[in-house]
């Protein structure tokens, strides 16, 4: 009876001992949709402001270049965006009905 006894206080003393330990776990917690939105303008604006900051830089390095190079410049961009958008200098008409 006795070792029934001693048995079962271990069993149970190694039960409670487990519910301790769930106890010291760190429950997760939610954020809040209100600091989660938060954060989502803050970044926003960031972005946004780095953007115009890049948009001053450009400016003033442009300004910084002489009027024959500034010209250039406008070209080189111009022809960069065209290319971007798939746009050819000269169409597709003019190029199939060339005279050889």
């Given at each position: 009876m006795?070792k ?7 069993v ?9 330990v769930h106890?010291?776990d760190?429950?997760?917690?939610k ?5 989660e939105?938060y954060?989502?303008?803050k970044?926003k604006e960031?972005?946004e ?6 948009e001053e830089?450009?400016?003033?390095h ?13 070209r080189?961009?111009r022809?960069s965006e065209r ?6 200098k000269?169409?597709f008409?003019k190029?199939w009905?060339?005279?050889?």
């Open positions: 006795v029934r006894f001693l048995q079962t206080l271990i149970l003393f190694l039960l409670v001992g487990t519910t301790a106890a010291q760190k429950k997760k917690t954020i809040p949709k209100d600091k939105k954060a989502e303008e970044a960031q972005k402001k780095q953007k115009e900051v890049r830089l450009k400016e003033r442009r300004e910084l270049q002489s009027k024959e190079t500034q010209k250039r410049m406008k080189s961009k022809r290319m971007r958008k798939g746009k050819r000269v169409p008409w190029r009905f060339r005279r050889h």
